[in-house]
Structure formats: C-alpha cells, structure tokens
C-alpha cells in the first residue's frame, strides 16, 4: 500500500472533502478526536438542544405585530412526549381567534415556533416581508397573522376549521440538526381542515441562509399558495 | 392465567396477557403515548410479578395478535421448534429467566431454547430482566454469519461505515468512506442510506462502493438501503450487491406501511440468492426500532418490547446476514430520554439474540430526545460488554444526511482498544497488511483517509 501523507494526497484529499459537510480530517489523539474538534460538535449539539428547549424572542413578534395563541402543549416535555397536544388550540386560544382574526380570508398566515424557536427568530425578518410582497404580487389577499407557541404541522388543520382560510401557510421550526439549529419549514394547505392528510400539505423545506434563502423561499411560498387556490387543490393532487 | 395480585395491601388487576406485557416494561413514552403504560411503578412491578408467574404455554395461547388475523404471526409461528417448545412449554418465565442465567446454560443451549420460543416468549423474558441481565445473558451467545465475509465471532466487535451523503454524491461519499476504513471502521458492511430512492441512484452508489472494495480487495460488504423494490430494480438492472435491505415491522399492517409484504420480501430473497454477488447463505440486512408501529398506528394496543421482537420473529425466517435496531432515532414520543434508549438498546439486542440474530445496535440520538453524546458513548461501552455483533459509524457521529447522531468512527476504534475487541477476522487481516491496526491497536499512521485516495 502507499505511503500516506505526501503533498498531493493531502492536495486531492481537501477537494474530496470540499464535496461533503461530513466532519471528516479531524485526526486524533490516541483514538479520540482532538479537542478543538471535540468542542465544535459539542457546540453544534448545543445550539441544536438550545433552540429545541428555547422560546421565539418577544421582538420577533412585536416587530410583525403578531399576537400568540397557545396549542394544548402545556409545557416542553409534554409537547415532546405528547406530539398531538401540538395539533389543537386550547380552547381560550381558539376564541381569541374568533374574536382578533378575520374569518374566511383568502391566505391565512401562522407562525410557529413548532422545534426551532431560534428558526423564527433568525428568519422571519427575511422570509415575511418578502412572503407580503408576493401575496400582493398574486393578488391575493391575507387575513390576520399570528404565532402559535407549541405548534405542530397538524395545528394547522385545527386553525382550518376555526377561520376557514381558502389556502393557510404555517412557517414552523424544524427539528434542529448539527449543521444549522435554525432551519424553517413552509407547509401549505389548501382549505385546511380535519382529516387532511400529509399527502395534502406542500412543504418548502431547510429554509435558512445556508439552504434555501429565506427571501428567495418567501417568493416561491407565494407562487404555490396562487396556483393552490387557482387550481383548488394542495399537495399531491397539485399541477406545479 | 392469573391476572390478579395484591400489593401491600392494594389489588392490581390486569385485562389479559397484552395488557400485563405492556404494563411490566420499564418506563418509556411510546408506552404513555399509546395509553398503555403502567400507571405507577408499583403497578408496573404488580405486572411483572404476574407475567413471572406465566407458563409460556399461556404466552402462546393467549398471543396478543392471533395468526388468523396477522400474517407476521403466521411467520412467528412457522418459525418454532415444536420438539423445543414440547420441553419448556411448561415453564414459568420466572424458571425460565433463572435458567438463562445459570452459569450452566451456555449460548448455544440460549440459541436452543429460544428455536422454540415464539417472540412474545422472548419479550415476556426480557421485561423480567434487569440491565445487568440483559447484559450477561446476551454476551454468552455468538451468531456468526457469512455474506462475503463472516462476522459475529466472540471478542470481536464489527461496524457498519455509513458514508452518507446529503445529496448522494459519489465523490463525497467516498471521502467519509475512506476515513472510515483509516479508523478501521467497515468490517460489517458499507452501507448509505440513498436521499433519493431511484434505481439508478442505487444502482451507482452500488456500483462506487463496489468498486472500492475491488480496488483495494476489502473483506467486505456493500448495501445501499432504498426501499426493498427499488434496489430489486437497481439488482435486475445489473447492479451489483452483496445485501439487500428492509426496514421490518412487529405487524402485518406495519409492514404495509413499509409497503412490504411476506411475498414481496420472498420474492426479494429469491433474487439476492440468484443474482446478488455474494457467495454466503445470509444475503439480508434488515433494521428495526421500537416504536414504529406505533407511529404508524399499526400497534395493535401492544406495546412496544413486544412488537420490538415480533420483528425479529418475522426477520429469522430469511436468515440474514445482519440486522441491527436503530434505537434512538424515533424521537422522544417513543423513548424519551437517555435512560430509556440505553434499556431499550439493551433489551433489542437481547431479544435479537434470543432469536437467533446477529444483532448489531445503532447506538443514537435525535436533537430532540434528552440524551447525548456521552449516553452514547455509554451505551456503546454496555453493547460491546454485550457482545454486540456490529454499531454503526459516522465521521465524528454527525449523520449529515439523516441528521441525528450515532458513534463516531473514534468511538468504535476506543471501545475496541478498551475493551479488547478486536475486528472481524478477514478485516483484521487486511487491516494489518495495510499497516493500520497491530496487535489490535491503531498504528501511527491511522485515522488518515489520505491512503486510499487513487
């Protein structure tokens, strides 16, 4: 076998990694990874486990005038243990929407909090008012926005049922991972509602400055939410 | 069957047999989220005194899933040694847990006895079992087998490379891969979980890994885990591979959720034993994990240790190469902390075993489960006490495609020096040559993938 570590190996060997994220060339003390490497995982499981057990900033609400409505997630453990809790509003929640929100409108905007706190808080500055620009570029008009703390995908049908939106979008922290802890989903549904399915939401997903860019996703979010109203359908049963 | 006990003064009365099984696990959310958990510990150990008390006899008459009614029941029951069974029918699971741990019963009298038990015989065993047990009673047995090379042999511990990649990119894959090989990380298979589940994304992964494995005459496997259709397509089409894989269910209604029958799995095996390129008897690799059928609302109001070994049940009768749970990366509605997927590591590779199985553990987490990197390292410490057949690695445990964490190729090499395990033999071998293992230790000049770049 060849000897290792000569010029060109290590020239070739640094534009293979150059291919992939994986934490490779680390090297080693004895069989354990260096410290500096050591710590830059523990750091990245940091964040990821901070921005899970974390809550969106009050700042990030109030710069979009968004008021919060609570899921029946009760608290952190029990919205981790209990996924469904996530999936219905309680029901004080549920008659401030009635009360605050316009009923029946064409494109209800939700934001939630869903995995990621830190995912909202790091995008939406970018993804909303772009998501704004496109709804008035399509003609189409949006009710009354508001965060749902505790949210899972599935709240969105509850949402449904209460303000029977044509087309809702929900943009929702996802489960953190090592390489971004703030990552943001769009799920999109037309005419949201008990008994949909996942086969009829559509997601734009790995929304942050390193994946999909959070302008660029607002723009596509508000082509989909036209042609699912246009063709009134979602999901699988979409021509996009 | 007696269903009911007092406790200190208190009466615990249990429905049927599903019932008592669910209620004696140890603590875990899947359980909870079911609504089938014990509601209290004193509860759960009136369970377990009850289930002790149980004649496997009963256990199999009162089965949780009739095989009128479940086609992985019929698979579980085709599977027993009715002269085995006809001797130990009339045990207790109490008797039978204190023969397990007689110093007398050896592994391979372990391997006998469970030919004759049904999977619910072997769950009911391990919710009696202690850790320490579990532990002990796992380590007395070995399972070798073969595909193109064989593993499993005592004092060895073996290991998946992982090599994935986000986007299925040859050139990437190949990097992690040959770290991999440089920590001595490999011996069980070279195995990627492709991002998209077209043939010909198989069929080109199949053929990048195979071609390592020529050009540097590795003593190996390779496995590309799409589903099951896919890589039959990827295999009729001329692609070369040495496993098939499937993910495997406790029910027949899991396994439609898989999108897989007994059939198709039939139909499959046929093919890897005419056309794969391997020349062993164990051409499968299958995975499987608490929790599934669950979250598939295929459960059946059984809880999840059970359901665990009805896979394993269902995964003897195609006799495979390796078959390995992925415990932790469910997420915490299934096992919600450190504590439960280090028990549920434990009892999976247990009851694997009792069936029969090379069982192998990827030893993991998610974000979102309250564990960590040192619970892994923990539990991979208490695997390979085990007797583990193979864990899984990735560089420096960070899957950057599935996104959750597993071992690091360091961890398998450390837990290899510490506890003397060694690779599985033709891999030692071909390490040595190589000059990056000697006397069972890395050499000074491992750990780096700059070697095998050509």
């Given at each position: 076998m060849k000897e290792t570590g000569d010029g060109q190996g290590t020239d070739r060997f640094r534009a293979w990694m150059s291919h992939t994220p994986a934490r490779l060339d680390v090297g080693r003390a004895g069989t354990r990874p260096p410290t500096k490497d050591m710590l830059r995982?523990?750091?990245?499981?940091?964040?990821?486990?901070?921005?899970?057990?974390?809550?969106?900033?009050?700042?990030?609400?109030?710069?979009?005038?968004?008021?919060?409505?609570?899921?029946?997630?009760?608290d952190k453990e029990h919205y981790l243990k209990y996924p469904g809790s996530g999936r219905l509003l309680t029901e004080e929640s549920a008659r401030m929407l009635a009360d605050r929100c316009v009923s029946a409108p064409q494109v209800q905007i939700v934001v939630s909090d869903g995995l990621s706190g830190r995912a909202i808080d790091d995008n939406l500055a970018d993804v909303l008012p772009a998501l704004r620009d496109a709804l008035a570029v399509n003609g189409l008009a949006e009710g009354t926005a508001f965060f749902v703390r505790g949210g899972r995908v599935g709240v969105m049908d509850d949402i449904g049922r209460l303000l029977k939106p044509e087309a809702l979008v929900l943009l929702i922290g996802e489960r953190p991972g090592l390489v971004t802890a703030a990552s943001m989903s769009a799920y999109m549904c037309y005419r949201p509602g008990p008994g949909r399915r996942d086969s009829d939401r559509m997601v734009i997903s790995n929304i942050h400055p390193g994946g999909t860019p959070p302008v660029e996703a607002g723009a596509h979010i508000g082509t989909l939410l036209r042609k699912m109203i246009e063709q009134q359908a979602s999901g699988v049963k979409l021509d996009v | 069957m007696k269903l009911r006990t007092t406790l200190r003064g208190k009466e615990y009365r249990f429905r049927d047999l599903t019932d008592l099984l669910a209620k004696a696990n140890e603590e875990r959310s899947g359980d909870a989220?079911?609504?089938?958990?014990?509601?209290?510990?004193?509860?759960?150990?009136?369970?377990?005194?009850?289930?002790?008390?149980?004649?496997?006899?009963?256990?199999?008459?009162?089965?949780?899933?009739?095989?009128?009614?479940?086609?992985?029941?019929?698979?579980?029951?085709?599977g027993i040694d009715e002269g085995t069974y006809a001797s130990i029918r009339g045990w207790s699971v109490a008797e039978l847990r204190e023969y397990v741990l007689r110093t007398e019963t050896d592994g391979s009298e372990l391997l006998r006895i469970g030919r004759g038990m049904t999977s619910e015989m072997i769950a009911a065993l391990c919710k009696l079992m202690s850790n320490l047990d579990l532990i002990q009673a796992a380590a007395k047995i070995e399972v070798i087998t073969t595909c193109r090379t064989s593993i499993g042999y005592r004092g060895t511990l073996s290991s998946r490379a992982q090599p994935n990649h986000p986007t299925d990119h040859a050139t990437g894959m190949k990097a992690s891969l040959f770290e991999a090989l440089a920590y001595g990380v490999g011996d069980a298979v070279i195995g990627i979980n492709p991002v998209g589940d077209a043939a010909e994304t198989i069929k080109s992964l199949l053929h990048a890994?195979?071609?390592?494995?020529?050009?540097?005459n590795i003593p190996t496997q390779n496995c590309v885990l799409g589903h099951v259709t896919t890589q039959m397509r990827a295999v009729q089409g001329g692609a070369p591979a040495d496993l098939l894989f499937q993910s495997l269910a406790g029910t027949e209604e899991g396994n439609r959720g898989f999108g897989i029958d007994l059939a198709l799995l039939r139909e499959a095996d046929a093919l890897i034993r005419s056309e794969g390129t391997a020349d062993g008897p164990n051409r499968w690799y299958f995975e499987t994990g608490q929790g599934s059928e669950l979250s598939a609302n295929a459960h059946h109001g059984i809880d999840q240790v059970t359901l665990e070994a009805r896979c394993y049940g269902l995964a003897r009768r195609f006799d495979p190469f390796i078959v390995n749970t992925v415990v932790g990366f469910i997420g915490p509605e299934y096992l919600y902390d450190s504590k439960q997927v280090i028990r549920a590591g434990l009892e999976d590779h247990f009851m694997g075993k009792m069936h029969g199985l090379p069982m192998g553990v990827d030893v993991c987490y998610t974000n979102h489960m309250k564990a960590d990197q040192n619970d892994m390292e923990a539990l991979g410490v208490l695997l390979a006490t085990a007797g583990v057949n193979f864990v899984i690695g990735v560089p420096m445990a960070d899957d950057c495609m599935l996104n959750y964490q597993s071992l690091s190729y360091h961890d398998i090499a450390t837990i290899r020096e510490t506890l003397g395990k060694r690779p599985a033999p033709a891999f030692e071998t071909w390490l040595e040559e190589a000059g990056i293992l000697a006397g069972g230790r890395l050499t000074a000049a491992a750990g780096d993938a700059r070697r095998f770049i050509y």
């Open positions: 995982f523990r750091l990245d499981h940091a964040a990821a486990v901070d921005a899970v057990y974390g809550e969106v900033k009050p700042e990030t609400l109030d710069e979009f005038g968004l008021f919060s409505a609570d899921t029946q997630y009760r | 989220l079911a609504g089938i958990a014990a509601a209290d510990m004193t509860e759960r150990v009136a369970a377990k005194s009850l289930l002790a008390d149980c004649l496997l006899s009963e256990i199999r008459l009162h089965s949780p899933l009739p095989p009128e009614n479940d086609e992985v029941s019929r698979a579980i029951e085709e890994t195979r071609e390592v494995i020529a050009h540097w």
